[in-house]
């Protein structure tokens, strides 16, 4: 995702004619990916709080929520694509630049 949206702000700095390395456009990207980082640093933070502990009572409850998430399908498959940076701003990257963007990262991946 990080890459993602990366690209696209280097895509439209270059549509700009602006200095792609400028602190403006890196500052963009870096405001873009916030929210989403910090979400996510926060999170690894909780589990490695939550597995870490003795507490049986912390125990039981991560145990049940364990069990929980299991049995939920629509929920857990919702974690996995969150972790997978499908359910980010990714959709927001701007249309004229996303059919560059896909043809930039399959050239990466795959040539």
Same mark, same amino acid.
């Given at each position: 995702?990080? =890459?993602?949206?990366?690209?696209?702000?280097? !895509?439209?700095?270059?549509q700009?004619?602006?200095?792609?390395? *400028?602190?403006?456009?890196?500052?963009?990207?870096? @405001?873009?990916?916030?929210?989403?980082?910090t979400?996510?640093i926060? =999170?690894? @933070?909780? $589990?490695?709080?939550l &597995?870490?502990?003795? *507490?049986? *009572?912390?125990? /039981? =409850? @991560?145990? !049940?929520?364990?069990? $929980?998430?299991?049995?939920?399908?629509?929920?857990?498959? +919702? &974690?996995?694509?969150?972790?997978?940076?499908? !359910?980010?701003? &990714?959709? $927001?990257? *701007? /249309? /004229?630049? +996303?059919?560059?963007?896909?043809?930039?990262? !399959?050239?990466? $991946? &795959?040539?």
């Amino acid at each position: 995702m990080d =890459a993602a949206c990366l690209a696209d702000c280097i !895509i439209e700095a270059q549509q700009q004619a602006r200095d792609v390395g *400028s602190l403006r456009v890196l500052r963009r990207y870096e @405001r873009w990916r916030k929210a989403d980082n910090t979400l996510m640093i926060l =999170a690894m @933070r909780g $589990f490695k709080e939550l &597995f870490s502990t003795t *507490s049986p *009572s912390l125990v /039981k =409850a @991560r145990q !049940i929520g364990l069990r $929980f998430t299991n049995r939920l399908d629509f929920l857990k498959n +919702y &974690f996995m694509r969150m972790a997978m940076g499908e !359910i980010t701003d &990714f959709a $927001f990257v *701007s /249309k /004229k630049n +996303y059919k560059k963007l896909k043809k930039k990262l !399959i050239c990466y $991946f &795959f040539d």
